[in-house]
């Protein structure tokens, strides 16, 4: 029978059956891509949490550079895992396939559980709006808001993720809608950055559609303003 040899994790050669051979190195083409995703799912959580926590969206540029880099180190320590992977006793392989295949899961389910968030004005109406108002911080300006089908839209749009009271440490311009419903009850939107506050609720959201109110928001202004100018 044709034999190879193979390092048992020191400097001992091994000398194993071609076919054995075969066997571990298929079984460690295994471990190596499993490896790779668990380990590139623990760093798209990490770098999702510091996006979001600590400096805000990052621009597509940087984003897919952070990406690729995790990529390289999730392959390297791939690498490193699955070489001591090899050494270890059948049994023990198979428990640490196991544990590491149920927190990959684990970690797919929190990411997409994170990136979906969940739109708290999805189902908002304008019928279900009697009046609107929106107020800036700057310049301390007041508009109310006659359009409410327009305004139902970019509400609609809005994605919490977390609950997050630490807005108050932003600086930046601060929107807030105030809404008088139909049945006389009263809501308030405000946004600021990332963060987007609920009758006194603030969440951590998804910053597109923050972005997309805020520029309503200021082109409203910007209308009254020219109202004014040719009056």
Do not use: W
């Amino acid at each position: 029978m044709a034999k190879g040899t193979v390092k048992n994790g020191s400097s001992e050669i091994v000398t194993v059956p071609c076919g054995r051979r075969s066997e571990i190195n298929n079984m460690k083409k295994g471990f190596l891509i499993i490896f790779t995703f668990f380990y590139f799912g623990l760093f798209i959580i990490l770098i999702d949490l510091v996006s979001r926590n600590f400096i805000g969206p990052l621009p597509v540029v940087l984003n897919l550079a952070a990406l690729v880099a995790a990529f390289i180190l999730s392959v390297g320590l791939a690498q490193f895992t699955a070489n001591k992977a090899e050494v270890l006793a059948p049994l023990k392989r198979k428990i640490l396939l196991a544990i590491v295949c149920l927190l990959l899961i684990l970690a797919v389910i929190v990411v997409f559980v994170k990136a979906k968030g969940k739109k708290p004005f999805q189902d908002l109406e304008a019928a279900d709006i009697s009046a609107a108002s929106v107020e800036l911080v700057p310049p301390d300006t007041t508009v109310q808001i006659t359009d409410l089908e327009e305004l139902a839209g970019y509400l609609n749009d809005i994605v919490v993720y977390e609950k997050d009271n630490s807005y108050n440490d932003y600086a930046g311009q601060t929107v807030t809608i105030t809404l008088t419903m139909k049945d006389g009850s009263k809501k308030e939107i405000r946004e600021n950055n990332s963060f987007v506050v609920i009758d006194g609720t603030g969440y951590k959201a998804k910053y597109e559609p923050l972005e997309a109110l805020s520029h309503y928001a200021n082109s409203l202004r910007e209308d009254l303003n020219s109202m004014y100018i040719a009056n």
